[in-house]
């Protein structure tokens, strides 16, 4: 008897770690998540900030050709 609940201990054991690898697994894989989700918004960010900044240099610099060239 008592080596039976040795055996269903065991097993019980054995249920825990694969639950527990099984978790940090999880818990793993959405850090991972959760980093690439980071990346890419900083990507877009960066990416909008690049088009931000091409539009106000044409906006202000075709005007400025614009009055240069006809003010000639």
Do not use: D, H, Y
């Not at 770690?17 to 978790?23: I, Q």
């Not at 697994?25 to 989700?37: C, G, I, N, T």
């Not at 918004?41 to 931000?52: A, H, M, N």
């Not at 044409?58 to 400025?64: D, H, R």
Request: glycine content about 2%; aromatic content about 2%; overall charge positive.
């Amino acid at each position: 008897m008592a080596q039976s609940n040795r055996q269903a201990n065991k097993s019980k054991k054995t249920i825990s770690r694969e639950e527990k690898a099984a978790r940090i697994k999880a818990a793993e894989e959405r850090e991972r998540r959760e980093r690439e989700r980071r990346e890419r918004s900083e990507k877009v960010k960066k990416i909008f900030t690049v088009i931000v900044c091409v539009i106000l240099v044409l906006a202000l610099g075709i005007p400025t050709m614009a009055l240069t060239v006809l003010s000639q």
